[in-house]
Structures are given as C-alpha cells and as structure tokens.
C-alpha cells in the first residue's frame, strides 16, 4: 500500500528513462525527415499559419483538462471531493511518467498514489484509475471499428488490432466480474498476496491479509458504485469522447496550419490505430512505434513532403509537452 508520508522519486533515474524517451523519438524524426523531401518541407513551414498551430496546442490544453475532468467526477463519485486543480497536477505528472515508460505503465500508479495523498482510500483509488482504463478500451473498441468501416481506411488492419484489443478487454472484464460476484474469495487472495509478499519481503507481513483485504473490499465497493451507476456511467463516457477527441484533432490542424487538407476521419481513424497500436510495450512512451506508426498511416493520405514536420510537430504537442509539463508537478511533490 502507498505510504500516507511524500515518497521521493529518483531524479537520476527520471533522468535517464526521460532521456531515453526522447533520444529513441529524436532518432526516428531523424529517419523521418531523411526519407521526405526536407527541402520542400522547410518551405512549408515558413509558411506556416501559427494561429492554426496555436489551436493545435490548445488542443492538446483540452486533452489535459478533460482528463483531470474525469479524475475529479470519478472521485466525487466514490465520497472524496478533490479540487479540479490538484486533478489538473495528477494529470499532468502522470503524463511525465507515462511518457518514460514503456506502454505509458507508469502513470497508473502515479494517479493511484496521488489520489492517496489527497486521501482518497488506496482501494478506491485504484478503482477510480482502473475505470479511467476500461472507460477508454471501451471508447477504443468501440470507435475504432466504426471509424474504420466509415472511412474504409486501413480495413484490415484496423479490423484485427480492433479485435484484439476488444477480445483482450473482454477477458479483462470478466475477471473484474468474478471479483466483484464473488466476494468471498477475497479472503483467499488476502492470504495469497499475504505469502507473496513475506516470500520476497523482509518486512513483517503479520497483518498483511487484512490490510489488503480491507483496500481489495474498498476497492471493490468502489467499483461497485461506479459500475452500477448508469448517470455516471453515461457522464463518464462522454467526458471520455470530450479527453480522446481533442487529441486525435491536433493532426488535423497541424496539416491546415501548414494549408493541407485536414482529413479529419481519416486522422482520427489512425489516431485510433497509433493509439492502441502505441500500447505494446516495447520502448518509453512507445517511442519510435509512435513515429513511425505516425508516418506510415499518414503515408496513405498525406502528402509526402510533409510526413516529416506533421510527425515532428504532432510528437512535440503530444509526447514531448507531457514530459515538460508533467516534470514540473513531478519535480514540485516528488523530487
């Protein structure tokens, strides 16, 4: 369980899996760029119109709010009220940590932590991300295959990683309905954890089980709440639509900043693809997947001179700001 007392987090090592981050994505711009026409794209950009570009970063100003939005509608919902403000820091530090580790796995447990220190219960905690999570899979599985048939974009791709991943939430979903039918094994999986944790610890674990039994029971009712609420549920998924929409936008007003055609299904059809695609964990941040990812969906219908400014561009508001503005909340709380 988090500790109530402020952990400090190593700041060589934020150091190097950030840098890591940032030279694996620098690397594929870098290829990138070698394989468009650098010369026309420099052209373009100074002709660039930077009012169009400054909606794209507003974009991405939306992204943040929505999701601190949610953090703090999910919250309210389990009896913690928590300012929007400090929700707006969760989502800006979880952002960093994502952003530095592979398959963005380290910002869950960052909200988790956060949410703790703000005293919300270490159950209800977890179960207020783990919904930020299933809410999201589910508006990936069930966009992506409407967006795909649409637009007939990328259709047998987008039809395989769709059922993959809605195969992949299906078998989620079940485990979460075991657990919350069946209560009382519980118990069972107190004591279970119980023994792995004295098996790997040299902590006393005496007491352990009813310590996890009391934060899996929290953790349980408060998924109980929020799954049995349908205003919630429904609140919920538009404010997820409200998170995910303004992102797969910024694409769009990067090509008419630069007087492109904005190709607004089709964008959002690979940002859906780049999205759950960008979930294996493979590098920090999906580096390199990303950008790659990026430049072949947009191949198919972008001009080729500017790939490589429309991905630089899109991996700076997207990736690159995560790691500035979440390293700034990290570093006040944590470092």
């Given at each position: 369980m988090p500790e109530?007392?402020?952990?400090?987090?190593?700041?060589?090592?934020?150091?190097?899996?950030?840098?890591?981050?940032?030279?694996?994505?620098?690397?594929?711009?870098?290829?990138?760029?070698?394989?468009?026409?650098?010369?026309v794209t420099w052209k373009a950009i100074l002709k660039a119109n930077v009012y169009i570009l400054a909606v794209a970063f507003f974009l991405q100003f939306l992204f943040w709010f929505f999701w601190a939005v949610r953090i703090k509608y999910l919250t309210l919902y389990v009896g913690k009220n928590i300012p929007l403000s400090y929700a707006f820091e969760i989502t800006l530090a979880s952002g960093f940590l994502a952003a530095i580790t592979p398959s963005s796995a380290g910002g869950e447990p960052l909200r988790v932590k956060m949410l703790y220190d703000a005293g919300v219960g270490a159950g209800e905690s977890t179960a207020v991300v783990l919904v930020e999570r299933i809410l999201d899979a589910i508006f990936f599985s069930i966009a992506l295959p409407i967006f795909v048939i649409f637009t007939g974009f990328s259709m047998k791709l987008g039809m395989e990683v769709g059922g993959l991943f809605a195969f992949s939430l299906f078998l989620f979903l079940v485990f979460l309905w075991i657990l919350l039918k069946k209560p009382e094994r519980i118990d069972t999986l107190s004591l279970k954890l119980e023994k792995i944790v004295a098996r790997f610890s040299k902590k006393r674990s005496e007491g352990l089980a009813e310590k996890l039994k009391k934060e899996i029971l929290g953790f349980r009712n408060a998924l109980s709440i929020l799954a049995r609420n349908s205003r919630c549920a429904l609140i919920s998924i538009c404010i997820t639509v409200l998170i995910w929409m303004p992102e797969f936008l910024i694409p769009s007003a990067i090509l008419a900043a630069f007087g492109c055609k904005p190709y607004f299904l089709y964008s959002i059809t690979a940002q859906l693809l780049l999205i759950v695609i960008s979930l294996i964990p493979l590098t920090p941040g999906a580096s390199g997947i990303a950008e790659f990812g990026m430049s072949y969906l947009y191949s198919n219908f972008v001009p080729q001179h500017i790939i490589g400014i429309l991905t630089a561009l899109w991996r700076f508001i997207t990736y690159y700001l995560n790691i500035i503005a979440g390293f700034f909340v990290v570093k006040k709380r944590y470092i």
């Open positions: 109530q007392e402020t952990e400090r987090i190593d700041k060589k090592s934020l150091r190097k899996k950030g840098l890591l981050g940032i030279l694996i994505s620098a690397a594929a711009l870098v290829i990138i760029f070698h394989f468009t026409e650098t010369k």
